[in-house]
């Protein structure tokens, strides 16, 4: 089952999104589509499985010309999608999700749905392609690589051969990459054509057979994966070189306390106890969902806790609330930034000063020329585009979006941040942006706690890591001795 767009061209007003771009997938072969955030990857998705019509080109599926077909006729004709963002009934079951849409039906006239046989299908299933998961869990109690499963398993279910994977990995542990890149590849020898989308250039090379590089809307490099190195396809993505990493350390001689944690107990966070001192950086490694959202929401003050200390500079911060505690020079970058850490309908501007105490309370008259200023500082220090203040945020890529929020919390006057996930869904070059502000601030004197899925970000920023499984802190080691191997059984409880 093959699938070609040709010469697609979309514009959105007078904004080109994609301009003569083109691709093909072939059975039994996976193309990654690689490119800075706003590149058109996604838009590209959208119009091969119709939920997006193309200005211009040509769209064949199997050597037939497809001219608007719809996202029903796509799923029909045996092309499915893995969307970047989760599309799961939260309040349903595995199995109900599933076969959403395409319920097995049994009794008088088919009006009852027969959860049997779709328990059994989805056993199949899961057994047939590695992807096994209980069929009656709800999908609230999954984790975020199980869900990926489900995700995965509906396509499936739908009899996809021809399968577009929008950024699958994003929020995946190190383990559950693994997993799913032996799906991909086990999916390819049966035949099916895949479309793997990923900033990770470690994955990329793993999986793929061929590479596209899109552009501003362009496409720049299309070829074999073993014609190509990694510095190949990072200078495709960034039109150039890529700026490596500087760091000049803070003096010992100021290295202060600037953050310690006594004792923690809340709901997901068991006896914690931790410190970072000024112009440190520690960083958390863990499988996701092993207390890291708990632990940062607790010191932040937006989680309840039950014991343990929490003092930020001399200030025992314990019972502050996380205004106050915000006041005190805590800072903090939520791993959500569409649900927690920005306001999609507000400008840059307006999400720049978000959580300032001073609007908050009331103290600070807004003016909308200081704003402006300010924001346009910010934005030219950062380089977020569009370059316009009063843009709002749902108008930004992700990468641009998470610079506005990293950009918000490194402009204040701060004594500690908290720092979850800071190029998760950014690409290469914005990572690179994003990771070098934050060696800057800590060589400023900043203190940080790093909570990353990625060990090699933990490695480039880290001066200690250390490992949380269940709530705890089991073992802590400098960033010079924190391979993959010493912290990998860490990491799955192997170790304690």
């Not at 045996?78 to 963002?85: A, C, I, P, T, Y």
């Not at 021809?162 to 590849?185: K, Y």
Request: hydrophobic share 45%; proline share 4%; with cysteine.
């Amino acid at each position: 089952m093959t699938l070609s767009l040709s010469r697609v061209h979309k514009r959105y007003g007078p904004r080109a999104v994609l301009e003569d771009a083109s691709l093909s997938l072939e059975p039994g072969r996976i193309r990654a589509l690689v490119g800075e955030n706003g590149a058109g990857k996604s838009t590209l998705v959208k119009i091969a499985c119709g939920m997006l019509a193309p200005d211009e080109g040509a769209l064949r599926f199997d050597q037939r010309a497809v001219t608007g077909w719809s996202a029903r006729e796509a799923t029909a004709a045996g092309l499915g999608v893995v969307h970047q963002h989760f599309t799961l009934v939260e309040t349903l079951t595995v199995a109900d999700n599933v076969v959403l849409g395409r319920e097995p039906r049994r009794g008088p006239f088919g009006l009852l749905v027969d959860r049997d046989n779709a328990r059994a299908r989805v056993r199949s299933l899961g057994e047939k392609h590695g992807l096994v998961i209980d069929p009656d869990r709800r999908i609230e109690s999954l984790s975020v690589g199980e869900r990926q499963r489900v995700e995965l398993l509906r396509v499936l279910d739908g009899g996809a051969r021809c399968v577009l994977l929008d950024e699958p990995t994003a929020v995946l542990s190190p383990a559950e990459v693994r997993g799913l890149l032996d799906v991909l590849r086990s999916l390819a020898k049966s035949g099916a054509a895949l479309l793997f989308i990923s900033h990770k250039l470690d994955e990329v090379f793993a999986i793929a057979d061929d590479v596209t590089v899109l552009r501003r809307g362009r496409v720049v490099l299309d070829a074999k994966a073993s014609e190509l190195s990694r510095d190949d396809v990072a200078k495709a993505v960034v039109g150039g070189e890529v700026p490596s990493l500087r760091s000049a350390r803070v003096s010992e001689a100021e290295a202060r306390v600037a953050l310690r944690v006594d004792g923690l107990v809340c709901d997901g966070v068991d006896q914690l106890s931790l410190s970072v001192r000024r112009g440190e950086v520690l960083g958390i490694a863990g499988v996701e969902g092993n207390g890291q959202r708990a632990l940062f929401e607790a010191i932040a003050g937006v989680r309840a806790t039950q014991r343990g200390t929490i003092t930020l500079g001399d200030r025992d911060a314990t019972r502050d609330s996380a205004l106050e505690r915000r006041r005190a020079g805590l800072g903090f970058v939520p791993e959500d930034r569409e649900n927690t850490g920005l306001c999609a309908a507000l400008s840059i501007a307006e999400n720049l000063c978000l959580g300032d105490p001073a609007t908050a309370t009331g103290d600070g008259a807004l003016s909308a020329r200081k704003l402006r200023e300010d924001a346009l500082r910010v934005i030219e220090r950062y380089d977020i585009r569009p370059a316009d203040p009063e843009a709002p945020v749902r108008s930004l890529s992700g990468g641009n979006a998470q610079k506005v929020l990293v950009a918000r919390e490194l402009e204040r006057p701060l004594e500690a941040l908290l720092l979850a996930q800071p190029t998760r869904g950014v690409d290469i070059g914005a990572a690179t942006a994003i990771r070098q502000h934050v060696l800057d601030a800590r060589d400023r004197g900043l203190a940080v706690v790093l909570v990353s899925s990625e060990l090699d970000e933990l490695r480039a920023l880290s001066d200690r890591v250390a490992v949380i499984f269940r709530g705890k802190l089991v073992t802590e080691m400098p960033v010079h001795e924190a391979t993959d191997e010493r912290l990998g059984p860490w990491m799955i409880g192997a170790n304690t």
